[in-house]
């Protein structure tokens, strides 16, 4: 079943969905065990999608602007648990 929370109108047709900091940061702490390289990557990519330092829950597929909730706690506290793995 696809959901279709905050979708944007748009060819979906190779995107599995909205890219959310909080999974994101979940797949670079297991590469934080794995493969240091890839999650700073993720780490790298979470940070330029922060507005005015901000983390919001999701992305906009097409061009990676806020969707819901900015800033939300939980992509903040992700992130730093990510930071803290990779020191």
Do not use: C
């Amino acid at each position: 079943m696809r959901t279709t929370f905050y979708q944007k109108i748009g060819d979906y047709k190779d995107i599995p969905g909205n890219p959310w900091i909080i999974t994101t940061m979940w797949l670079a702490q297991y590469y934080a065990k794995k493969n240091k390289d890839r999650a700073i990557q993720l780490l790298d990519w979470a940070r330029k999608h922060a507005v005015s330092g901000l983390l919001p829950e999701q992305l906009n597929p097409f061009d990676g602007s806020p969707l819901s909730v900015t800033p939300l706690l939980w992509s903040h506290a992700e992130y730093l648990k990510t930071y803290i793995m990779l020191k």
